[in-house]
């Protein structure tokens, strides 16, 4: 079986160049020398490791893509772009048609659902590509659906810290609230407290140093009216690589689609749906 061809959108951004590295290392995967980029960015090219990556400005895109879909006849985008550019990266997939993997947050979620989910090829989009990460909130979910109002009468309490160049508020922060609101605590999203502060994350949070330019730390805390009774859920992560291995995986399921698309009509699928647990 030959190499998946993948394009690796987002660069020079810290992300998707860890994706791109670890796809020029990996034996499945051949990584195309392009990457769409955003109106911001000065830079022609980017070098990862020794392969040269050419960035696609927004006003170059549609005529490069028609050059790489000539070049290769089937590859997978994977989008670590910018969260303004989640909806307009998308409807271009779909009008190329591109399967791609989206694991850039932000956006409108729903228009992004209903954009996708009766194109030609598929995608796969979540707001964390860490697969445990995705388990906790199924785990979250079920336990919602299971036991409504489970904590009616608690308050909540939402903190998430990430590297200071993240622009949105955690879309895994933002769906865990929706799963609390229906065990109870009556809580916005927009009450979610969001630490960028490298000071504050070294100092007061105690995240190691070394990993204040890239990690995702969250913490849940529920409190009884009284102050009698505290749960505290959290999941930390140092570093990017727990995504790469997540995103890796939806891209040999989007290829295995790609191979046989009698095998599944559905074009649209929640990380959720092929966790393999």
Known sequence: MGKIKILVNGLPGNVARKMAAFALKDKRFELIPFSLTGPEIVEDSVLIDTVKVTLIKPGEKDKIIRQIKTDYDTFIAIDYTH??????????????????????????????????????????????????????????????????????????KVEESHQNGKADTSGTAKAMVGYFNRLGPDFSVNDIKQVRDPEIQEDIWKIPKEYLTGHGWHTYTLKSKDNTVLFQFKHNINGRDVYVNGTFDAVLFLNKKLEDPSANSKTYYNFKVYFPG
């Open 83 to 156: 969260p303004t550019a989640v909806n307009e990266n998308a409807l271009f997939y779909v009008e190329h048609k591109i399967a791609f993997v989206m694991g850039t947050t932000g956006g409108d979620r729903q228009q992004l659902a209903h954009d996708v989910e009766n194109a030609s090829v598929p995608s796969v989009i979540a707001p964390n590509m860490a697969k445990q990460i995705v388990g906790f909130q199924a785990m979250m979910e079920y336990a919602a659906k299971t036991f409504p109002g489970l904590f009616d009468g608690y308050s909540l």
